[in-house]
């Protein structure tokens, strides 16, 4: 007797999504290429009569909605789960409504949805670890202040203050705010912020928590890179899924010369460096050839010396690298095929590694063999 709500739930989640211009992301069930929780198996046979299946771009997300009476109240819980694995990535708290009026917590329901699933789709935020924002002119807020982020301090900060004013508990928008008062230099309204998420840290999730420990660290002080490494640990800990925080991890370990933590740390990443991934992306792939170096193993240096100029070519430390490592390896034949392609190609390297030339390459040779 419940079923024609969740026919509405449907049409106003699929409206909802039309309206902010998404509407190719989200497929019914009679859509889609396979059953939820298969492992992206797709079904052995298509629905009869259904549509061709569309994949749309982005994570692939089950929203879940369940129905019940209790009393007279209708009650409306749903759940967001990662479509091929079947993991819960966020619960909702229910909604209650009266039966004979439901359309007020349906809209809210609907809202909460739609944003919590866009906001997935952003690779700064993970629902399973941070609150999901409420509305979707919240998220929209806080996602212009994080492109306009170069566009000046004032203006970021206003679009995180909005995003913050139409859902207090986004708390990612929070944090940015407070970040972004710290880069202005205004410690007045830093300080203003983070008394006003010091009144909800009861609130946070794990994660959020030790986010607003970062954030209070630099308020207090001009924080050591040990403290800095204490928080990442914690962080990568709780969300090792997350690219950015154990890439600040790597090089925190780096620069305070603990070679196997930062192999460690870069151990899932280093297969995903590539060109097109961002103008540093070679970095990391800098710090493991230098980390097997400082661990004397020399073997992986190569390894990864040669995967290395395979993706940036035109990067000279990984010419230098190789050669250091043939040199460990006593391996003297190739060290002059690395160091006579350096001098046949004329190495150009990218503007910031221009020191890094055949007579670098040469000089590290010499260094290793004495």
Request: glycine share 4%; with cysteine.
């Amino acid at each position: 007797t419940l079923d024609i709500l969740g026919d509405r739930v449907v049409d106003l989640v699929t409206q909802r999504f039309s309206e902010i211009g998404q509407s190719s992301r989200v497929l019914t069930m009679d859509r889609a290429p396979y059953p939820p929780g298969g492992s992206g198996k797709p079904a052995p046979s298509p629905i009869p009569g259904s549509s061709p299946p569309i994949t749309p771009k982005g994570p692939h997300l089950f929203a879940f909605v369940s129905t019940y009476l209790d009393g007279d109240e209708l009650v409306f819980q749903a759940r967001l789960t990662d479509y091929d694995t079947g993991e819960l990535l966020f619960a909702f708290k229910p909604l209650r409504a009266p039966q004979d009026n439901p359309s007020s917590a349906l809209e809210e329901l609907v809202k909460r949805v739609v944003a919590a699933a866009t906001a997935q789709w952003y690779p700064n935020i993970d629902i399973r670890i941070m609150n999901p924002p409420a509305s979707y002119e919240a998220l929209a807020a806080y996602t212009s202040g994080y492109e306009s982020w170069a566009g000046g301090f004032e203006r970021t900060a206003a679009l995180f203050q909005k995003s913050v004013d139409l859902d207090p508990d986004f708390h990612v928008a929070r944090f940015f705010l407070i970040k972004s008062y710290e880069h202005a230099g205004d410690s007045r309204r830093f300080d203003e912020q983070l008394a006003a998420a010091e009144d909800r840290f009861e609130e946070f999730t794990p994660f959020e928590r030790i986010r607003f420990e970062y954030c209070r660290l630099f308020g207090t002080n001009k924080p050591t890179d040990v403290e800095r490494l204490n928080l990442h640990r914690q962080l990568v800990r709780i969300a090792p899924h997350l690219k950015d925080y154990r890439t600040n991890l790597v090089f925190l370990t780096y620069v305070l010369n603990r070679p196997r933590e930062t192999l460690e740390a870069l151990g899932p990443l280093l297969p995903t460096f590539r060109p097109e991934s961002s103008p540093m992306a070679w970095s990391p792939l800098d710090y493991a050839v230098d980390c097997h170096h400082a661990l004397g193993e020399y073997a992986e240096e190569l390894h990864w010396a040669n995967i290395a100029l395979e993706r940036f070519p035109d990067v000279g430390n990984f010419y230098v690298a190789k050669a250091r490592a043939l040199s460990a390896l006593q391996r003297a034949d190739s060290v002059s095929e690395v160091i006579e392609k350096c001098s046949r190609e004329r190495l150009r390297v990218v503007p910031y590694l221009s020191s890094l030339n055949t007579e670098q390459v040469m000089f590290t040779v010499a260094l290793e063999l004495r």
